[in-house]
């Protein structure tokens, strides 16, 4: 069972536009998330977080956002640039524990 | 500071073969933890160990194990490997167990199983 889940595989988006990558997931416990980006041949790096007792957190062009109700999570990228292609994971944990990835969506920005 | 070093990064192996993946945490680091992954499943959690101990596992077979050493460097092995082991394994540090925050992943080492 995917607790956490990205159904948009893709994304395509404007340079200079903004993007949104959603996630969902199943675990009303889940206490932090986060999100990673990969590039082709490199390992996951770490984006932004976000606290559950939070619903934003902001890092520069990078904003996440939380509903706890609807069990939601998102992250915007503004404005989007060329260098931010890449697949983006977002990832939960409960009480400190293991980090649960979704699927990953991949998002692809033109010029 | 050094960055969390895979060995090897590309090999390929035959069904029914073993393989040993290496895994160097970032100095200081304690925990480290490993994830498969593979195209459509995202990463999927393998197992985390910390001082030699391993203090998670997810749900993969008995053919998957790993363990850390004294120094905090890590190995996992994979027996009797089937085609559905082909995939990207990623290994990841933090500073201890049960820190919420961020994993500071490797580069992976990609197994292909012919």
């Known amino acids: 069972d995917q607790q956490v889940k990205q159904n948009s595989p893709s994304l395509s988006v404007q340079e200079g536009r903004i993007s949104i990558l959603n996630c969902d997931y199943t675990?009303?416990?889940?206490?932090?998330f986060l999100w990673y980006k990969k590039y082709p041949a490199e390992g996951p790096t770490f984006l932004i977080s976000i606290s559950s007792i939070k619903d934003k957190n902001e890092d520069g062009r990078f904003t996440v956002f939380l509903n706890k109700s609807a069990k939601h999570l998102s992250l915007h990228i503004v404005p989007s640039q060329p260098g931010d292609s890449a697949v983006y994971f977002c990832?939960?944990?409960?009480?400190?524990?293991?980090?649960?990835f979704g699927t990953g969506t991949r998002l692809q920005v033109f010029p | 500071k050094a960055g969390v070093t895979q060995t090897p990064r590309y090999l390929i192996k035959t069904r029914g073969q073993q393989v040993t993946l290496s895994c160097s945490p970032i100095s200081g680091h304690r925990s480290v933890s490993w994830y498969q992954q593979t195209p459509g499943q995202g990463l999927q959690f393998l197992f985390e160990?910390?001082?030699?101990?391993?203090?998670n596992k997810g749900n993969f077979p008995g053919r998957f194990s790993g363990r850390q050493f004294s120094n905090s460097r890590s190995e996992m092995n994979v027996s009797t490997l089937e085609l559905g082991d082909s995939a990207l394994y990623l290994c990841a540090s933090r500073p201890y167990s049960g820190l919420t925050g961020e994993l500071f992943f490797g580069e992976g080492s990609r197994l292909t199983v012919l």
């Open positions: 160990y910390f001082s030699e101990t391993q203090r």
């Open positions: 675990n009303s416990m889940f206490d932090y």
């Open positions: 990832a939960a944990s409960l009480n400190t524990d293991k980090l649960i």
